[in-house]
């Protein structure tokens, strides 16, 4: 079996791996376009404040390593697709071909229709080549206009402000983090901000940027007022990578559309990561979700299917993400916005940055918010993910959410199984 | 033959052994804030639960690490984090179902059970052995992972 897998990012690299286990003499290859070994975006912010060096963000961290697992890596970018004759085609002209395509392309980021978004000194912090960039520029001291304020913007933040830079946030939304976020849990952490000192311009757009003049770039903001800055990190969503598709027949909405084996509308083509429409197990929707977690699903559920051995069925992803803003640690979980006609259960402290917030449906949990905590906040997940009906500990949630870890144990744990084992002859 | 915490929650008196010697063991200091396995106290019923991680087959912290900062040890199966690889995302907090991998503001990493490498502090300091450390293929422990698994998917 001749596997090919297009995009060298957790997605491609995890799905690679599963392939080798479950099939010793298949013929694996991975091509990607990045220079670089597999690396991870997510590591990125790390290496941006100089906690890992570059090294630090690869993938996979052995010498070797794929190809000891006899993982062809090929460096090159895919230009099209010809599903029917189970081929690819390179920009360099070459052709390869396939029994089985995965494509784990991943996302790129949004650049806004602004007037002066080309200028230089604007830059996403999406690949190891912008961080390199931004880490040479955001110099203590230095002006810097971080455009965006949602998930990704928030973990740039965190970097940027501990570079020591002089660092203004501008959202057009009325909070940080709004696809995450409810108002309270945004608005704390933006008062955490600028508490810190960073600047957080909310409910303000950018209408241009031009060239500026004791700094390289002006900002002009839809308030009227201007901002200095020698830099601009812009972080203004993601997209699929989708564009080569065009024409190839593959179905194509947000995200390249798969079913619950992570198969497109072409036979023996599959998809996962950020490039991936799949299911959402919150929803019943399939959507993109462009994160971590949900890429590395899709890789391996989607080498299963490739391999063959058995069907694997995806029971969809559980949207969730964690933050760490300058120290303050927020995680949203699921449907934490709530459902029609579901019961949230609340605890909200302002002054000590904290705050929980549940979504239930009847006595199961549907979602979660949760700002200041640490501890076993796994089982947000878990609680959402088994589906588990409380009973009697949905009341005991609602009047104190904070007991959530109790309520999880009294549901799950096997206090009475154990006990039948503590009666058997067995022992 | 690999090895597993079997724990027992009706054998638990509440005294928290494990948590000063799992702190000691692992962080050089006997204070329960930084053990990894914790006794939750269910006060209307004056009962306990130790609980820590089962090193489950699905490793979702494993698979979630965007660095390669939690592996698997051959010898004892245990899913281990390698602190200076781990990068503090947290990802990994937020995929264990199970809720076992905490993060730790002081080193900037997460923590979680290892097994102390085979030799669990927390059974051996455990008096009335609601913890115990028995072969991995023990009925009692495969029902006890089973539950704890309930309907999660893979
Ligand atoms: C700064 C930053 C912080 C993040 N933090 C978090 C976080 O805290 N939590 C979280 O869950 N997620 C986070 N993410 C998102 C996470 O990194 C992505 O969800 C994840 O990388 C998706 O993996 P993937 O394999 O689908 O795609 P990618 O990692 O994007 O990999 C796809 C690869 O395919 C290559 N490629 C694309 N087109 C072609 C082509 N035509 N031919 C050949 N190769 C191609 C790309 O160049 C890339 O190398 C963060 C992202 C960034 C940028």
Redesign the pocket.
């Known amino acids: 079996m001749n596997h090919l897998i297009?995009?060298?990012?957790?997605?491609?690299?995890?799905a690679a791996e599963t392939l080798r286990r479950l099939d010793p003499e298949a013929s694996i290859t991975l091509?990607?376009?990045?220079p670089e070994p597999?690396?991870?975006?997510?590591?990125?912010?790390y290496y941006l404040v100089r906690k890992i060096p570059e090294h630090g963000t690869y993938l996979r961290k052995t010498a070797n390593h794929f190809d000891r697992s006899r993982i062809q890596l090929k460096l090159?970018?895919?230009?099209a697709l010809q599903p029917e004759q189970h081929t690819i085609s390179?920009?360099s002209g070459e052709r390869l071909d396939y029994d089985r395509l995965l494509i784990?392309?991943?996302?790129?980021?949004f650049s806004p229709p602004i007037p002066g978004m080309d200028l230089p000194g604007i830059v996403?912090?999406?690949?190891l080549a912008n961080?390199r960039d931004i880490a040479g520029r955001a110099q203590p001291g230095a002006k810097v206009v971080l455009m965006g304020a949602g998930?990704?913007g928030c973990?740039?933040l965190e970097?940027l402000a501990r570079s020591g830079a002089d660092l203004t946030v501008v959202e057009m939304e009325d909070r940080m983090v709004p696809r995450m976020m409810n108002e309270k849990a945004g608005n704390l952490i933006k008062q955490w901000c600028l508490n810190r000192g960073v600047a957080v311009h909310t409910s303000t757009r950018i209408e241009a940027i031009e060239q500026g003049g004791r700094h390289p770039l002006r900002v002009l903001l839809d308030s009227g007022s201007t901002l200095e800055a020698d830099l601009i990190v812009s972080?203004t969503g993601?997209r699929s990578?989708i564009?080569?598709f065009d024409g190839s027949g593959i179905d194509i909405d947000q995200g390249i559309l798969i079913d619950r084996n992570m198969q497109t509308n072409c036979t023996d083509v599959y998809a996962?990561?950020?490039?991936?429409q799949g299911l959402d197990f919150s929803t019943g929707n399939y959507s993109v979700?462009?994160?971590?977690?949900?890429?590395?699903e899709?890789?391996q559920i989607a080498a299963r299917n490739m391999a063959g051995h058995t069907k694997a069925l995806h029971r969809g992803s559980i949207n969730?993400?964690?933050?760490d803003t300058l120290g303050l640690i927020s995680s949203s979980f699921g449907l934490w916005m709530g459902v029609d006609g579901g019961e949230a259960a609340e605890q909200y402290n302002p002054e000590r940055f904290q705050y929980l917030n549940l979504q239930f449906e009847e006595d199961r949990l549907m979602g979660a918010t949760s700002l200041g905590l640490t501890q076993h906040v796994g089982v947000l997940r878990g609680l959402i993910q088994s589906k588990i009906g409380l009973g009697k500990w949905k009341s005991k949630l609602m009047q104190d959410p904070n007991r959530v870890m109790e309520a999880y144990l009294a549901n799950t744990q096997a206090i009475g199984f154990n006990a039948e084992v503590l009666k058997s002859p067995s022992r | 033959m690999l090895k597993a915490l079997q724990i027992e929650p009706e054998k638990c008196t509440g005294c928290l052994q494990c948590e000063m010697a799992c702190s000691y063991e692992n962080e050089g200091v006997f204070n329960p804030a930084k053990s990894r396995i914790k006794v939750f106290t269910f006060h209307d019923e004056g009962r306990f639960s130790p609980y820590t991680c089962t090193q489950c087959a699905e490793a979702w912290c494993l698979h979630?690490c965007?660095v390669e900062a939690i592996v698997l040890n051959d010898l004892t199966g245990s899913k281990e984090v390698i602190s200076d690889v781990c990068v503090g995302?947290?990802?990994c907090t937020i995929a264990c179902p199970f809720g076992t991998v905490n993060y730790n503001h002081d080193t900037g990493t997460v923590i979680k059970c290892d097994l102390c490498g085979g030799d669990p502090a927390c059974a051996k300091a455990c008096p009335t052995d609601a913890i115990t450390y028995v072969d991995a293929d023990h009925t009692g422990l495969q029902r006890m992972r089973a539950h704890a698994a309930l309907a999660l998917p893979q």
Not at chain 1, 38 to 45: G, N
Request: charged share 10%.
């Open positions: 297009i995009g060298a990012g957790p997605a491609g690299v995890i091509i990607g376009d990045e597999p690396y991870s975006r997510m590591a990125l912010p090159g970018r895919v230009a390179l920009d784990a392309t991943g996302s790129h980021p996403p912090c999406w690949t961080a998930f990704i973990i740039i970097a972080a993601v990578n564009g080569f996962a990561g950020d490039v991936a979700q462009a994160i971590q977690p949900t890429a590395a899709h890789g969730m993400n964690v933050l | 979630a965007p995302c947290k990802v």
